[in-house]
Nanobody, 125 residues
Framework: QVQLVESGGGLVQAGGSLRLSCAAS????????MGWFRQAPGKEREFVAA????????YNTDSVKCRFTISRDNAKNTVYLQMNTLKPEDTAVYYC??????????????????WGQGTQVIVSS
């Protein structure tokens, strides 16, 4: 399994931007589909975005389309989540997730085998 460490969370005003990073250990990062999930207090963990092993395919949940962009740099073993036009309802702990596969982009938490510890994002109104 790959080890994941998120960073980049913090407090931002509504309308602002943040970029989350997720650094992965190991030499097989390019064989993993990577995803971002988030969990707000009292709510279930929800899918945000995912990216294929090559970076050619991405998928975002509807609530973040046109605002969030997922990308990856396989040379740096890192996946990013650029978050623009943040809203108070984006407040949550954001988790990076990985699953070793070459086909398809999963969107269910149960389909990811490795998880980071999470990074807190707070958007003030």
């Amino acid at each position: 399994q790959v080890q994941l460490v998120e960073s980049g969370g913090g407090l931002v005003q509504a309308g602002g931007s943040l970029r989350l990073s997720c650094a992965a250990s190991g030499r097989t990062f390019s064989s993993y589909v990577m995803g971002w999930f988030r969990q707000a207090p009292g709510k279930e963990r929800e899918f945000v975005a995912a990216i294929s092993w090559s970076g050619r395919s991405t998928y975002n949940t509807d609530s973040v389309k046109c605002r969030f962009t997922i990308s990856r740099d396989n040379a740096k073993n890192t996946v990013y989540l650029q978050m623009n036009t943040l809203k108070p309802e984006d407040t949550a702990v954001y988790y990076c997730a990985a699953d070793r596969r070459f086909g398809g982009i999963p969107t269910m938490a149960r389909d990811f085998s490795s998880w980071g510890q999470g990074t807190q994002v707070i958007v003030s109104s």
